[in-house]
């Protein structure tokens, strides 16, 4: 098939299936078929829109703008994300060149990663005292295991070739580090950080339920108003939020891959 | 380069480059846990043993054998990527501790770094081996041994985008680039197919004869070591491979690769090659 054909085609296809989704969707609330009162597309989309036109009023902390809360939440997940990258990266370094870390570190991590972060919120709390600093530090442990575990399977993993010629040319270890191991596990810290980032963005919402502010403390306060069209609002640009910060990651492993 | 020219004395010019003393390696297991409860009793794969070899300088030469029987290995403790467990190296009288610039080391697999373009594969190694070198330096040099190697347009393609034998290229100027006097070479042109292999081992020959290196190539090719060495080394097969020959190949420099196949001394070291070869293989694949 003609390639030019073929993507508007898809174009077509992807407009038509959301259409008719809307539609049922419609049809379903307003008959009542679920439960009562359940809100319409019509409905959920007016408010979608009157959300976006104004996105960032304060009118105090438990009426913000919709973009107010989404930049407050991602605030929180980048400087939580991004102290975990950088302990992530130079730790798993660490667990991939060396037995002795690898062995003494690693139960710690087989033992923390299956917990959900949630768990740590308490902690966070009993320890800081202070809302702002337990979301990031909850966004911390969350981001911390993937870039870490993908970052030590890399070196561990890493093509003996590369390492066998920076022997050979006499490199110390700071060289074969920073200009051989690093480049080379780029693409293994990129898939982790992608998973990080996702896992980052799915406990955001559920920790800021509890925290007070951000988008998941908007759903929280829409609950409380009773208010689901608000939350399918929410639902929406949480989801939109996240598509594009991991087609980001997606773009990012594109420029450092290597493969044939 | 004055070392080199110094080389002018007669008498000087065969004393060996190149000397291995009762070279011995075992590939020890690694201890489980619940080994360090069962005291001694480490055993291992003896890999190669008892190894005496002198290489003399600017010489080039093959070392041929089964496969599995330890030629890598040999070439690994040369080059000091790995340590013996017995016996010594010793290059220009002075026993090796481990890898140095004085050597060149070309793999199999060419082992360009994908994230690097060709020159700044080469800058790499300069800059590793050189680090006073200015910046501007670096690339000249990497211009220059590019150019050698035929290479220069490519100089900003990736890895990726070469072919095998382009890629062995840039591998053999990355390699001399950093002016060893002994390069070693682990079965450079084994990946590569019939024709770009003749072309490589022509570009070879005729840089070794212009930049005056000792050459340790490891091969399986018969052909290729008697096109290419001045003596060809031949091993038993593993474990605990020994060196079982020594041949000297008195055939003319330059060499053709056409005549030199109807050259009565070339057939007769091919047969025994071959004879030996045949022999050896025959006692690996019928242990196994």
Wanted: charged share 20%.
């Amino acid at each position: 098939m003609n390639k030019a054909i073929s993507t508007r085609l898809t174009f077509a296809v992807a407009i038509l299936s959301l259409l008719i989704f809307i539609i049922l969707w419609q049809v379903i609330a307003q008959q009542g078929l679920l439960v009562k009162n359940f809100p319409g597309s019509f409905k959920t989309i007016g408010s979608l829109i009157w959300w976006v036109s104004d996105p960032f009023f304060d009118n105090g902390p438990n009426d913000l703008g919709i973009g107010t809360n989404l930049l407050i939440s991602l605030r929180r997940v980048l400087i939580g994300y991004s102290l975990a990258v950088l302990v992530a990266i130079p730790l798993g370094v660490l667990m991939g060149m060396s037995k002795l870390a690898q062995s003494s570190l690693n139960p710690y991590v087989q033992l923390l990663k299956p917990v959900s972060p949630l768990a740590w919120l308490p902690v966070g709390l009993f320890v800081f005292r202070n809302s702002e600093i337990t979301g990031i530090f909850v966004i911390f442990i969350t981001s911390i295991w993937p870039t870490l575990i993908n970052t030590a399977f890399g070196v561990a993993s890493i093509n003996p070739d590369y390492l066998r010629v920076s022997k050979s040319l006499g490199a110390s270890k700071s060289i074969t580090i920073r200009r051989v191991i690093l480049p080379a596990i780029m693409p293994n810290i990129l898939a982790g950080m992608r998973i990080s980032m996702g896992t980052a963005w799915l406990v955001i919402v559920a920790a800021e339920m509890l925290l007070g502010t951000g988008i998941g403390y908007f759903i929280w306060n829409e609950w409380n108003n009773l208010s689901l069209e608000n939350i399918f609002v929410a639902i929406i640009i949480i989801g939109f939020t996240g598509f594009i910060l991991d087609q980001f990651f997606g773009f990012l492993q594109d420029k450092f891959d290597y493969s044939i | 380069m004055n070392k080199k020219s110094s080389r002018t004395s007669t008498s000087n010019e065969n004393y060996s480059h190149l000397e291995l003393v009762n070279l011995g390696k075992i590939f020890f297991k690694e201890k489980k846990f619940i080994d360090f409860r069962s005291k001694g009793n480490r055993s291992g794969f003896e890999a190669i043993k008892d190894i005496d070899l002198k290489i003399e300088k600017n010489t080039f030469v093959s070392i041929i054998g089964p496969s599995g029987c330890g030629k890598s290995t040999l070439l690994n403790l040369i080059a000091g990527l790995q340590a013996p467990t017995s016996g010594k190296i010793i290059i220009d009288g002075q026993a090796i501790k481990g890898p140095g610039p004085d050597r060149g080391v070309i793999f199999q697999n060419y082992a360009l770094m994908p994230w690097l373009t060709t020159i700044q594969n080469i800058e790499f190694a300069l800059n590793t081996v050189f680090p006073a070198k200015t910046k501007a330096d670096v690339k000249e040099r990497a211009r220059k041994y590019l150019r050698m190697v035929g290479l220069e347009k490519a100089s900003n393609k990736f890895p990726k985008e070469l072919s095998g034998g382009m890629k062995q290229r840039v591998a053999i100027a990355r390699a001399l680039s950093i002016n060893p006097n002994m390069l070693l070479m682990d079965e450079p042109f084994g990946a590569l197919d019939a024709l770009t292999r003749s072309y490589l081992q022509d570009e070879l020959l005729s840089i070794w004869r212009k930049n005056k290196v000792t050459v340790v190539l490891i091969t399986h090719s018969i052909e290729e070591a008697l096109l290419l060495s001045d003596k060809i080394v031949l091993m038993s097969s593993g474990p605990s491979a020994i060196i079982s020959e020594e041949i000297s190949v008195d055939l003319e420099r330059p060499r053709d690769r056409e005549k030199i196949e109807q050259d009565p001394t070339y057939l007769k070291i091919k047969m025994r090659l071959e004879k030996h070869l045949l022999r050896e293989t025959r006692a690996v694949e019928e242990v196994t």
